[in-house]
T-cell receptor
Framework: KAGVTQTPRYLIKTRGQQVTLSCSPI?????VSWYQQTPGQGLQFLFE???????NKGNFPGRFSGRQFSNSRSEMNVSTLELGDSALYLC????????????FGPGTRLTVT | GQQVMQIPQYQHVQEGEDFTTYCNSS?????IQWYKQRPGGHPVFLIQ?????EVKKQKRLTFQFGEAKKNSSLHITATQTTDVGTYFC???????????FGKGTRLHILP
């Protein structure tokens, strides 16, 4: 079974720009969640999508948004990038949602200059 | 707000020594999940504990879930260089359908 894939793996953007990250979950998984990982804050939950509906949202500003398509693939968008948005963005898929084991992708390393 | 605290933040051990990381939640958890992240890698699921007082073993790893379902521990016996990485706990609360990750314990093995 293929694992979770994320594209792109690395990204460099300038303050004020916007970025879209993509995540393809494991086949059969309907839940995709997104996390921001930084050295200081650890893994912080952004949001979760299940069957194209956002079920949960963490404490992040509205600049962070996402969506899920009918094939369960998900995208995350960050608008008006700030320096503090530099981080590793991980997506994870699971069969049933946040209460089930999460399978993480390799992440997208975003650097904002 | 709800928090999941993990200690210690860092741990250096000699190869062959034991290692333990602890996870404490401010609220009762529905389950707790443990993950391992190797340097430069992504978190990989290790185990999920659901029942009060549950103990599970995976070779040299022993996982416990407290009686009150507010704390958990991961113990590694006789560490090896392959154990290097950061160990995260993640507490799940069914009532809010919410997951909170601890900040992790980074394990260094000294040869």
């Amino acid at each position: 079974k293929a694992g979770v894939t994320q594209t792109p793996r690395y990204l460099i953007k300038t303050r004020g720009q916007q970025v879209t990250l993509s995540c393809s979950p494991i086949s059969g998984h309907r839940s995709v969640s997104w996390y921001q990982q930084t050295p200081g804050q650890g893994l912080q939950f952004l949001f979760e999508y299940f069957s194209e509906t956002q079920r949960n949202k963490g404490n992040f500003p509205g600049r962070f948004s996402g969506r899920q398509f009918s094939n369960s693939r998900s995208e995350m968008n960050v608008s008006t990038l700030e320096l503090g948005d530099s981080a590793l963005y991980l997506c994870a898929s699971s069969f049933g949602g946040l209460g089930y084991e999460q399978y993480f992708g390799p992440g997208t390393r975003l650097t904002v200059t | 707000g709800q928090q999941v605290m993990q200690i210690p933040q860092y741990q250096h051990v000699q190869e062959g020594e034991d290692f333990t990381t602890y996870c404490n939640s401010s609220t009762t958890l529905s389950n707790i999940q443990w993950y391992k992240q190797r340097p430069g890698g992504h978190p990989v699921f290790l185990i999920q504990l659901v029942k009060s007082g549950e103990v599970k073993k995976q070779k040299r790893l022993t996982f416990q879930f407290g009686e009150a379902k507010k704390n958990s521990s991961l113990h590694i016996t006789a560490t090896q260089t392959t154990d290097v990485g950061t160990y995260f706990c993640a507490g799940y609360m069914n009532r809010d359908d919410k997951i909170i990750f601890g900040k992790g314990t980074r394990l260094h093995i000294l040869p």
